[in-house]
């Protein structure tokens, strides 16, 4: 089945850099890859998203970018923000579902911004 | 906008005690999933529901159950409690007829200390 590991489990960064987190997949086939962000003791929630026939997308301060070849996907945040300060997962969902229940979630990154 | 609602926020419970954990999907989403999520962990899938139906079933225990009801809230049931059944679980809904079924939205999760 998908497995999906992701890189950092810990990122520090200075206010106002850029923060990098990866992920790879396995399955080849994925075709849907949602990145999470959840803050200290609140729910995760969807930031961005994109599928396998896309190669970036942008969403203001936050970006995605897949490399299918490589079989793997990053998110990029510029001009870092104390309330970017959160634990962010990635996810891959394996072809052939339409729900969300066969996302497999990556372990997760704490990103520490520093003021 | 409506969010997804779960009850309660806390929770407290004896070791072979039983639990039962209340959802309230956002209006018309017609999916409802289960996660358990540890300390430091990332969420695991544990069961799910479309249109009242069980429709995939992840590292749920035995002795754990759900079910959808016809206003299309759900209830996990917790029987047997073990001490490592201490996490935080989130119910997350998603439509099949926007994004695809594949975008959650997660409420607040309930916090359920077993001692």
């Known amino acids: 089945g998908e497995n999906v590991e992701q890189h950092p489990s810990t990122l520090s960064v200075q206010e106002g850099d850029s923060a990098v987190i990866k992920c790879t997949y396995s399955?080849?086939?994925?075709?849907?890859f949602p990145w999470y962000k959840q803050e200290l003791g609140k729910r995760p929630q969807l930031i961005i998203d994109?599928?396998?026939?896309?190669g970036e997308k942008k969403d203001q301060r936050i970006a995605v970018t897949l490399n299918k070849t490589a079989k793997h996907f990053s998110l990029h945040i510029t001009e870092t923000q104390p309330e970017d300060s959160a634990v962010y997962f990635c996810?891959?969902?394996?072809?052939?579902?339409?729900?969300?229940?066969?996302?497999?979630f990556g372990s997760g990154t704490r990103l520490s911004i520093r003021p | 906008a409506a969010g997804v609602i779960q009850s309660p926020r806390h929770l407290i419970k004896e070791k072979r005690e039983t639990a039962t954990l209340k959802c309230y999907p956002i209006?018309?989403?017609?999916?409802v999933y289960w996660y358990q999520q540890g300390p430091g962990q990332d969420p695991q899938f544990l069961i799910s529901?479309?249109?009242?139906?069980?429709?995939d079933k992840g590292s749920i225990p035995d002795r754990f159950s759900a079910q959808q009801f016809s206003d299309y809230h759900s209830e996990l049931n917790m029987s047997s409690l073990e001490l490592g059944d201490s996490a935080l679980y989130f119910c997350?809904?998603?439509?099949?007829?926007?994004?695809?079924?594949?975008?959650?939205?997660f409420g607040s999760g309930t916090q359920l200390s077993v001692l």
């Open positions: 997350a809904s998603s439509s099949s007829l926007t994004g695809g079924n594949e975008k959650l939205f």
């Open positions: 996810a891959a969902r394996p072809p052939g579902y339409s729900s969300a229940s066969k996302i497999i």
């Open positions: 994109i599928r396998s026939n896309v």
């Open positions: 209006p018309r989403h017609d999916t």
């Open positions: 529901f479309y249109e009242k139906m069980q429709s």
């Open positions: 399955d080849s086939a994925s075709n849907y």
